[in-house]
Nanobody, 124 residues
Framework: QVQLVESGGGLVQAGGSLRLSCAASGRTVADNAMGWFRQAPGKEREFVVGIDYSGINPDYVDSVKGRFIISRDNAKNTVYLQMNSLKPEDTAVYYC?????????????????WGQGTQVTVSS
């Protein structure tokens, strides 16, 4: 079983940036697709961005394209989410997740391991 720990959340003004990290332990996630999901108050958890095992083919939802960048460092067993030009609607708890598969899907049911989440708050 892999454990995932997110860090890097916080309070930022609109237009600012944050970098989230997701450190995996227990086993390597080099063969797993990885994803970031978020859940805003009163809303369902949604897929934001993911990356397959190779790190070559990221998938972004339209609302974050051009602003968010996902990357992975398999040597460090860590996935990152660089968030730029943040907007108040990006406010949510952000969760890192490890897929059961090497190739990426957007289905939360395909992700077997989840972090505890990190709060991102963007003020207007």
């Amino acid at each position: 079983q892999v454990q995932l720990v997110e860090s890097g959340g916080g309070l930022v003004q609109a237009g600012g940036s944050l970098r989230l990290s997701c450190a995996a332990s227990g086993r390597t996630v080099a063969d797993n697709a990885m994803g970031w999901f978020r859940q805003a108050p009163g809303k369902e958890r949604e897929f934001v961005v993911g990356i397959d095992y190779s790190g070559i083919n990221p998938d972004y939802v339209d609302s974050v394209k051009g602003r968010f960048i996902i990357s992975r460092d398999n040597a460090k067993n860590t996935v990152y989410l660089q968030m730029n030009s943040l907007k108040p609607e990006d406010t949510a708890v952000y969760y890192c997740a490890a897929s059961r598969y090497s190739l990426l899907t957007r289905r939360s049911s395909d992700f077997g391991s989840w972090g505890q989440g990190t709060q991102v708050t963007v003020s207007s």
